[in-house]
T-cell receptor, first 111, second 118 residues
Framework: SQQGEEDPQALSIQEGENATMNCSYKTSINNLQWYRQNSGRGLVHLILIRSNEREKHSGRLRVTLDTSKKSSSLLITASRAADTASYFCATGSHWGGKLIFGQGTELSVKP | SQTIHQWPATLVQPVGSPLSLECTVEGTSNPNLYWYRQAAGRGLQLLFYSVGIGQISSEVPQNLSASRPQDRQFILSSKKLLLSDSGFYLC?????????????????FGAGSRLTVL
């Protein structure tokens, strides 16, 4: 079953602009992760935020988590053409290691 | 360092034929192993996961099966493929409590196997 819902489904921006993607989920979580997928490739882990954290930074990535709204956002600052990819949120429950992925946001950064 | 290998990368099979996709992990022991399927333009659907040899949990009832004959080997099989089995299959591994995060599994994915059933 799908847990996360990303919004928007597709996003097109110019190089240098910021890109914001949102993720909503339904059940309580232990952690929320963001992954990136280049076309036709496997997913690569970007960043993890625990349920007791509100914000995490990693390079040009900023993730926020609002457990009261069951939502998270991923911000990519000063985007580059190389950031073009699909981005997925994934949630981990308290009861095991399974990660449930959302449908993803397809980001296109135009040079 | 740990690596994950998945093969074949591309497969075209007729309806009703068998399937075997293989995944192996190197450089770690007793990993959690996962099979996900991704339909075109969609998110990932968890098919099977395993926390140890011979321990397989199925998430979606279907004509697929998984086996873990060795600690770092995970195999996805089918006796008779359906058209709806077409998709991009991804193997992944994790270690529970990775990087000190209690209960958090960070997945490392293989490059994927694209299956087309005709």
């Amino acid at each position: 079953s799908q847990q996360g819902e990303e919004d928007p489904q597709a996003l097109s921006i110019q190089e240098g602009e910021n890109a914001t993607m949102n993720c909503s989920y339904k059940t309580s979580i232990n952690n929320l992760q963001w992954y990136r997928q280049n076309s036709g490739r496997g997913l690569v882990h970007l960043i993890l935020i625990r349920s007791n954290e509100r914000e995490k930074h990693s390079g040009r990535l900023r993730v926020t988590l609002d457990t009261s709204k069951k939502s998270s956002s991923l911000l990519i600052t000063a985007s580059r053409a190389a950031d073009t990819a699909s981005y997925f949120c994934a949630t981990g429950s308290h009861w095991g290691g399974k990660l449930i992925f959302g449908q993803g946001t397809e980001l296109s950064v135009k040079p | 360092s740990q690596t994950i290998h998945q093969w074949p990368a591309t497969l075209v099979q007729p309806v009703g034929s068998p399937l075997s996709l293989e995944c192996t992990v190197e450089g770690t022991s007793n990993p959690n192993l996962y099979w996900y399927r991704q339909a075109a333009g969609r998110g990932l659907q968890l098919l099977f996961y395993s926390v140890g040899i011979g321990q397989i949990s199925s998430e979606v009832p279907q004509n697929l099966s998984a086996s873990r004959p060795q600690d770092r080997q995970f195999i996805l099989s089918s006796k008779k493929l359906l058209l709806s089995d077409s998709g991009f299959y991804l193997c992944a591994w994790s270690v529970t409590r990775d990087r000190g995060f209690s209960g958090a599994n960070v997945l490392t994915f293989g490059a994927g196997s694209r299956l087309t059933v005709l």
